[in-house]
Each structure stands twice: as structure tokens, then as C-alpha cells.
């Protein structure tokens, strides 16, 4: 179905969602609050995909079993192929719960219950040699064995099966960010996956005809059992049982990988929980609600529907938010708080695990494996924490949300003190250089809340604010020319360089001009922000750094002095020698001048009423090859100096931009051609599309963010042709080597490119 319906995004902010990109996976949470708030339901052209993302309208299409139906295929990343016929998340009424029926002895109260010693001495097992061992990951050596082993249990399998089942499992997990689709060894695992089962499936059914018992609870014996009355095809056993084991382990393991990440987040919940156990059970069903393991669902309408004024046409595919709907204020007071006194009824119940008739059947064994989990963890901690370490790793499945990779380490307190300590990083330059997605890319990137301790004015229409993290924790380590995003609650997310000192790992300040015709981030900084409040941040990512050099010409303009003023610091510290000319329109309206006093004639103040423009040709006039030259301020200044360091050697210029440098006309102003060769697929790109919209909308993921050339998220590697170069990251030695592009901006000087994709 293709819809002729307008994207329902009002007030001027530009929402968008994708499922399967980036954003979805990594930090949904942003945007799943601008979807409720601002679009609350949504239409993605490019997937022809609605979207529902608030708790009320989440719920009510959980239960339309009328006129939402979980079609077969509906999914978002090809899940529901994985598996045969007898699919039950695939089915409808009446079938639906005949297959729901086969399988429910299964998930009987007292079965469950039953359950409960073997989970809990497999989790002590794990733990305790986790703990003998000081660390490990958490995913790979409790998550997944823990659910499996209990997986085992419930299909009536033997546990020396596991090891198959978890390595098979995280095969059949992988996906590719932004393509649609199981790919190709994830296929070849679900084959092989089935094979196993099948076989066996027909070993139990000989073991039974032999006479073994043929009416224990486990799921094997209920599907086999069916087929021998007639209730199940026979081609449905294997589909059946795989969707049995496959949903048994992926959203419990999930689940216990955000546990111990909220843990983390929250260090002060270990000591809490391990002095109040009784509030175990709290915490999980907070975790369930604060970043659940199960993200959306797709249905499909067999009639038009209306919410919110907004036609939804028959036969349309509809995802809903569960991950959002646990995070509606409108349901859920403080939703980015996470509250472990939280209490939960049916008017605010966890949709996590669904409503209805399609609500999962294993949800009681998820929670009571995660309880015991955490349970045994708080009692070996002996004093320690768990602490997560290294580089944690997602899932790439979009339905799932929880950890692939998850490193932890046992932590003392003075242990961890040293840790931290160890992590104050002396002050110093980067001595290598490195690619634009090094520098914006990290799939762990810290975000907490933090709280204003100060807020001063530094200049006319320039507030300095000093951030501290709300839970009193150190925050992260960073380096000169880094910058954070400050999330903002309904105003727009927006990035303000560091301008404080490295060294300082409890405070971040940041720099903030006025500016009335931004996106408004700016406005309510200065506005309605004040001191005491509690805001958001995300990062730091450094995507100007300082490079090593003998001298360094800083020129600054306007607010362009933030990111400077660490730069100056870190110089400073190294010893080399260094200048600093800084411009504005008018002295009052220049911040951080006291503070640059301190430096007595190195620093020369040039306020533009009184001295007019900084004298660039006396600056840069004659190329200095020992002395590195750092810009950073308004665009007729970059490209002022830009100009002027054309005959400079070709590393000497570092410029950072805080909006897209204006696009001239393209070199080649026609349609081309673009050859992805990994996909081997051949696109044409219109003089009015980008490459990445092309690209896109084949179904090829590629990372992207800015959408105007200034993150160098989406770079990427240029195998043939010659890229018109139109972004503001790449220098000029990157432009002429031709080898990368930032597609969402860059175009073709020559009719064909080759692209890595």
C-alpha cells in the first residue's frame, strides 16, 4: 500500500522515525517523546509505516483483535519468516488460540512455579563464577545461559543442548541496521536451528512410542501430543516449537542485560537493593517500564481507522510503541525517573509484553528470572558493585531491546575510586588523526540527567552554565573541542561545546548564545532554565580535536570562544607556543573576558565596532608550516579563513561549524548514477534527492544524523568516480583524496559512482 496522506508533524518540528535506523536502536527515547508529544500518530513514507506511539491509543491497538490483525509478514525487520508454518505470533483468531491452547499447559501457574529452584541454582552457579573470576560479560557468560537453561526446562530439551541453542540464537539475532530482512548466516542459523528441532522432535516422538511418558507438561510433548489428536499440523510442530524457544530466551535475556545496566546507571540501587531485597520484584517491573526488552509490534488494519483525527486507510501497516507508551507522561509521573517505589495497577499497567490476546505467555517466567537473577547478584556482592566496563554492544533486532555484549567487572569501593581516578585524563593533544565516524559514532554513549548549579551571564545574550550529574557520579572523561548535547524536554535537542576543564570529572560548563530564530533550545535555556533544575545530556563526542603542533593560531568569533577556551588550557599545558585573536560584533557582547585576561598579550580582543574586521591578511598572510590554525565562529569568518590558509600546508586549518556552510550550485547538476557494490545494486540520483535518500529507500542502512553535512556520520567509502564534496567536516587533503563522501549533502562531479555500501 502506498499512501497519499501527509505526515501528521505540526508546530514546526521536524520528527522523524525509522525503525530500523541508528537512532532506534541506540537512543529511542528522545524521539519517541517527540512522537507522543508532537505526532502522536505518524506516517513513515519511505516504509510506508504508521506509527503509535502513545499509552492509551498503544494499548487500545493491542486489543482491536478486529480491526488491527497481526498478519503474517507484518514485522519490520523479516522475524516472522524466520520461522515455519505454526507461527503463533503471526496468527489471528480462531487459529491463534488454538496454537496458544496447544502450548499452555506449558505455562501453567504450578509449572511455572516448579520452575523456580532450577533457575535459581543455575543463577549461582553463573554468578558465583562470575564473581571467582572478577568480571566477564554479563550476556554471553549469565544472560544467555541463565534463559536458556530454563528455556531447556519448558521445552523438555536437555541442557547439554545449550551451548548449540546460544550460539545459534545469537546468529539468528543479527540484523543490519537500516535494512530490511534476516541476513544471509542469520537465515542459514534459523535452518539449521529448525533442523535440530525436527530431529529432535522425531527422536521424543520415537522415545514416547517406545514408551517414555507422553503427557509431561513440557512444550515438545504438548505439540507432539496435538499432532497425534489432530489439533496441530503436522507441518506446524517445528514452527511452533521454534517461536516457543525463540521468544523463551531473547526478550528474558534482554531483560536481564537492562537490569544490569539500570544497575550500573544507578550504582546506589545495589547497596539499596542488597540492604532491602524485599524491592527486587519493584525494581524489575521498573526496569520492565524504564527500558523494557520488547520495543513495538506491527498489526495490520482491516478497516479504516481514525485516532486523533488522522485516517489511518485499510490494509496499512501500524507499529505500536511499547517502548514509548512506558515512558507517556501522560500515564506515567517523571517517566525518565526511575522510580523504584513505583506502583503499577490496570489503569497504568506495563505494556512491555503486550495486551490481549497476543499478551505473552511467557511473561511470568521473564520476571521471575530476572528476580531470582538479581536476587543471587546482590547477595554475592559482598561489598563490591557490579560495574559495567568496556563496550557494550546492542542488538541490532528492532523488536528487542537489550545487550549482545555487556562487559562487567566486581568493583570495592576503593577499587572502583582508583578506577575513576585512573580515568582522569592528564591534559593532552591527539597525536593521530582520525576519521569522522571514529570521532561522532559511539553506540554507548553516556547520557544522564544533570543538575544546573549555576547559571551566570558571561556576556550580553551569552549564559554560562555549570552542570553537575544529578546522581553526584563523576562524569565522563573528554577532551578539548568536545561538545554535549543538552536535551531539553519538549524544546529542541541541541549541541553546546565544553569550554571548562578536562580535569574537572564532576562538572561540565557550556557556553550558550541567545538566539531567537534557532529551533528554541537556546531561547528556553535563557528563558526558563534556572539554577536547581534538572535537564539531560548526551555525549561527549569531539569531532574538532586538538592535534599536536609546535604553535597554534586560535581565531574565535563570537560564541565560536567555547570549544578555544579548553584548547588554550591543553596548549598551554603542553607547552607549545600559541595566539588567540577573538572577534565579536561589541565588547559587552563578548564572553569569558575576564577569564581570557588571565593571559595578558597573547590573547588580543578585537571587538568589531571598535577596530572593525580581524585583520586576517596580517594573521595569515604568510604560511607558518611549524603553527596550527584553529577557527571557530560564524560562517563569513570560516570562510574568510578558509581563503586566506589556501597557501597554508594542507593539515594546518581546523575549522568547526556550528550550523552547514552555505551549498553552491552542484558540479554536476543532472541525474547520476551510483553503483552500491557490497549490494551490488545500481540507483539513480536526481538532481533534487540525495544519495542517502537513494540509498534509503533501497534498503541499505547507512548511519546518518544531521542530514546537512556537518556530523560525518553518514561517511562513507568511494570505490570509483569523483565526489562532489558539499559537507562542512571533510578538510581539503580528504576532499582531494576522494576515498569518502558524507552522502546526505555530497553529490557526483562524474555521471557514475562506486560506493562501499
Known amino acids: ?50 506509527v503509535v506511539s502513545r499509552y492509551e491509543d498503544v494499548k487500545a491497538c493491542l486489543r482491536n483483535h478486529e480491526q488491527m490483525v497481526n498478519a503474517l509478514g507484518n514485522d519490520m525487520d523479516g522475524t516472522h519468516a524466520s520461522y515455519g508454518a505454526g507461527n503463533l505470533i503471526a496468527q489471528d483468531q480462531p487459529h491463534h488460540t488454538v496454537l496458544r491452547n496447544v502450548v499452555r499447559p506449558s505455562f501453567a501457574a504450578r509449572e511455572i512455579l516448579a520452575m523456580e529452584a532450577h533457575i535459581r541454582g543455575l543463577a549461582r552457579e553463573l554468578l558465583a563464577g562470575l564473581r571467582e573470576r572478577g568480571g566477564g560479560d554479563f ?96 507441518q506446524e510442530q517445528i514452527g511452533l516449537a521454534h517461536l516457543v524457544l525463540s521468544a523463551s530466551i531473547d526478550a528474558p535475556a534482554a531483560l536481564l542485560t537492562n537490569c544490569i545496566a539500570v544497575l550500573d546507571k544507578f550504582p546506589g540501587l545495589q547497596g539499596h537493593l542488597h540492604d532491602h531485597p524485599d524491592l527486587v520484584q519493584n525494581f524489575v517491573e521498573e526496569t520492565l517500564r524504564y527500558d523494557g526488552p520488547a520495543k513495538n509490534l506491527c498489526r495490520q488494519t482491516t478497516a479504516d481507522i481514525t485516532l486523533h483525527g488522522i485516517a489511518i486507510p485499510a490494509d496499512s501497516r501500524v507499529m505500536v510503541l511499547m517502548g514509548s507508551a512506558s515512558r507517556d507522561e501522560r500515564v506515567y509521573p517523571d517517566p525518565d525517573t526511575f522510580d523504584l517505589l513505583r506502583t503499577f495497577d490496570a489503569g497504568n499497567k506495563i505494556l512491555t509484553f503486550g495486551e490481549g490476546i497476543h499478551s505473552c505467555m511467557g511473561a511470568p517466567i521473564a ?83 544533570v543538575r544546573v548549579g549555576a547559571k551566570e551571564t558571561a556576556a550580553d545574550g551569552v549564559v554560562a552554565l555549570t552542570l553537575h550529574a544529578a546522581d553526584g557520579q563523576p562524569l565522563p572523561a573528554w577532551e578539548p573541542g568536545a561538545h554535549v548535547d543538552l536535551i531539553l524536554g519538549s524544546a529542541a535537542t541541541r549541541q553546546y561545546s565544553l569550554c571548562g576543564d578536562p580535569a574537572d570529572r564532576h562538572t561540565f560548563r557550556l557556553g550558550v548564545l541567545r538566539d531567537p530564530n534557532g529551533s528554541g533550545g537556546s531561547l528556553h535555556v535563557h528563558d526558563q532554565l534556572k539554577e536547581g533544575d534538572t535537564v539531560r545530556i548526551r555525549g561527549p563526542r569531539n569531532n574538532f580535536p586538538l592535534v599536536e603542533a609546535e604553535r597554534y593560531l586560535f581565531i574565535a568569533g563570537g560564541i565560536g570562544i567555547t570549544p578555544i577556551l579548553a584548547m588554550l588550557r591543553a596548549a598551554e599545558a603542553a607547552g607549545a607556543g600559541w595566539q588567540l585573536v577573538y572577534g565579536g560584533r561589541q565588547r559587552v557582547s563578548m564572553a569569558f573576558l575576564d577569564e581570557l585576561a588571565g593571559y595578558g598579550d597573547r590573547v588580543t580582543v578585537w571587538p568589531q565596532d571598535e577596530k572593525g574586521f580581524i585583520d586576517l591578511d596580517g594573521l595569515l598572510g604568510v604560511p607558518q608550516p611549524d603553527t596550527k590554525v584553529y577557527c571557530c565562529g560564524p560562517e563569513p569568518l570560516l570562510a574568510a579563513v578558509e581563503q586566506k590558509c589556501a597557501a597554508w600546508p594542507r593539515e594546518a586549518l581546523h575549522v568547526e561549524r556550528f550550523v552547514a556552510k552555505p551549498l553552491s550550485e552542484p558540479v554536476l547538476n543532472e541525474a547520476f548514477e551510483v553503483h552500491l557494490a557490497q549490494s551490488d545494486l545500481t540507483l539513480s540520483v536526481s538532481p533534487d534527492r540525495s544519495i542517502l535518500a537513494a540509498v534509503e529507500e533501497a534498503g541499505i542502512g547507512v548511519l546518518s544524523s544531521c542530514q546537512e553535512g556537518t556530523c560525518g556520520t553518514c561517511e562513507t567509502t568511494v570505490l570509483e568516480g569523483e565526489p562532489d564534496h558539499r559537507d562542512s567536516v571533510l578538510d581539503s587533503a580528504a576532499r582531494e583524496a576522494g576515498d569518502r563522501m558524507m552522502i546526505c549533502v555530497s553529490r557526483s562531479c562524474t555521471k557514475r559512482l562506486v560506493l562501499d555500501l
Open 1 to 50: 500500500m502506498t499512501s497519499t496522506s501527509l505526515n501528521p508533524v505540526r508546530e514546526g518540528l521536524h520528527v522523524f522515525y525509522d525503525p530500523l535506523s541508528y537512532a532506534a536502536y541506540d537512543h529511542p527515547y528522545e524521539v519517541y517523546r517527540q512522537l507522543r508529544d508532537h505526532a502522536p500518530v505518524y506516517y513513515n513514507a519511505r516504509r510506508d509505516l504508521w
Open 139 to 234: 550476556a554471553t557468560d549469565v544472560a544467555l545461559p541463565l534463559v536458556i537453561g530454563a528455556s531447556m526446562r519448558l521445552m523438555g530439551m536437555p541442557q547439554s543442548d545449550s551451548p548449540f541453542w546460544q550460539e545459534h540464537l545469537l546468529r539468528s539475532m543479527a540484523r543490519t541496521v537500516g535494512r530490511f530482512g534476516v541476513p544471509e548466516d542469520a537465515a542459514h542459523s534459523n535452518h539449521e536451528t529448525e533442523e535440530h528441532l525436527a530431529e529432535f522432535v522425531r527422536r521424543r516422538r520415537l522415545d514416547i512410542e517406545a514408551g517414555a511418558p507422553g503427557d509431561t507438561p513440557d512444550v515438545i510433548t504438548q505439540v507432539l501430543l496435538a499432532v497425534a489428536d489432530g489439533t496441530l499440523d503436522e
Open 367 to 449: 520476571r521471575m528470572t530476572a528476580r531470582i537473577a538479581v536476587e543471587e547478584l546482590i547477595a554475592c556482592l559482598d561489598g563490591a558493585e557490579l560495574r559495567v566496563v568496556g563496550t557494550p554492544q546492542r542488538w541490532a533486532k528492532q523488536m528487542v531491546r537489550g545487550f549482545a555484549s555487556l562487559p562487567v567487572q566486581f568493583l570495592t569501593a576503593g577499587q572502583e575510586q582508583a578506577a575513576r581516578t585512573e580515568l582522569v585524563p592528564e591534559v593532552h593533544i591527539e597525536r593521530t588523526r582520525q576519521r569522522t565516524t571514529q570521532l561522532t559514532l559511539d553506540t554507548r554513549e553516556f547520557e544522564t540527567d
